[in-house]
């Protein structure tokens, strides 16, 4: 990437805010409020696109920019928080906290949010890291996760349509938008690399891209991927069946999520993929 812009970060009990150094204009903020599902918004494009992510859309209210969402394991739902009728009687809870502070050096902010998942009766069902990175410059952001899962029993995630690291963006029936994936393809569960979405943002009304890269150590990657009907996009271990996360042995998993100031070509996305998925920029 081109030089990258530097970065100071706002630490609160209950969640960080990653600011351009120059300015103080945001760059994301997490949140990690205690018993809710910790996730990232606002996210901003870069180039003053606009705000990519959406959080609480009339039709899924569950849905909070982007996040870490799962269902049936071990028969508990993390995903629609309750909300959701048709599953509330067994949706589970979130406890999550910080790790530390988090910290800004050479134009990259870090920090981690450890997550306990409980069932409705408190019991714990497995606990999670997420480890974030994120840099930018003037046309490009890189958001930067490693996912660690563990757990002191064994669980079954269930085979589901989705589940796992979910981008929920501003989509507006009357301005659309497109998905495509590393494969030439656009549909829902299919195998791919990465998904890529284009779309206007409403604040601004500028075109952006934004592409979630799933990393090639991945448990079973190259994995099928939720595309919805709103350009909601996920690479989803359980759409492929169910999977296990035995006791005492974490499982452990790497996305990137790069967001460009406009459209860009298939092959800059694909050559983005490559420079990830061999340890570069």
Same mark, same amino acid.
């Given at each position: ?10 630490? #609160? ?5 990653? $600011?351009? *150094?120059?300015? /103080?204009?945001? &760059? %994301? !903020?997490?949140? @990690?409020? =205690?018993? #809710? ?5 606002? $996210?901003? *494009?870069?180039? /003053?696109?606009? &705000? %990519? !992510?959406?959080? @609480?859309? =009339? ?45 800004a ?7 981690t ?25 003037g ?32 989509f ?38 934004a ?36 006791a ?23 050559d ?6 061999g340890?570069?920029?």
């Amino acid at each position: 990437m081109p030089d990258l812009t530097p970065l100071v970060v706002d630490n #609160r009990p209950d969640g960080v805010t990653v $600011l351009r *150094a120059a300015d /103080g204009q945001p &760059v %994301l !903020t997490q949140v @990690a409020e =205690a018993g #809710r599902r910790p996730y990232i918004h606002p $996210l901003h *494009a870069p180039g /003053g696109a606009g &705000v %990519l !992510t959406e959080d @609480a859309p =009339a039709h899924h209210p569950w849905q909070h920019g982007l996040y870490v969402g799962l269902n049936d394991v071990n028969g508990s739902g993390f995903w629609s928080e309750g909300l959701d009728p048709r599953r509330a009687e067994t949706d589970g809870t979130f406890a999550p906290r910080l790790d530390g502070e988090a910290v800004a050096v050479d134009g990259v902010a870090r920090w981690t949010v450890r997550t306990d998942y409980l069932a409705r009766d408190d019991a714990p069902v497995f606990s999670d890291r997420q480890e974030w990175a994120v840099s930018t410059t003037g046309e490009r952001l890189d958001l930067d996760m490693t996912w660690t899962l563990h757990a002191g029993h064994d669980v079954t995630f269930g085979e589901y349509e989705y589940g796992g690291l979910f981008l929920r963006m501003p989509f507006r029936a009357e301005t659309g938008g497109t998905a495509f994936d590393s494969e030439g393809q656009s549909s829902d569960g299919q195998r791919a690399r990465w998904v890529a979405v284009v779309m206007p943002l409403p604040d601004t009304g500028r075109e952006v891209l934004a592409a979630l890269l799933d990393h090639p150590g991945n448990p079973g990657s190259p994995v099928p991927w939720r595309i919805d009907g709103e350009l909601g996009i996920c690479p989803s271990p359980s759409i492929a069946g169910p999977w296990t996360l035995a006791a005492g042995v974490p499982a452990v998993f790497r996305y990137r999520l790069a967001v460009f100031s406009s459209s860009v070509p298939a092959a800059v996305v694909e050559d983005t993929w490559q420079r990830f998925a061999g340890g570069g920029e």
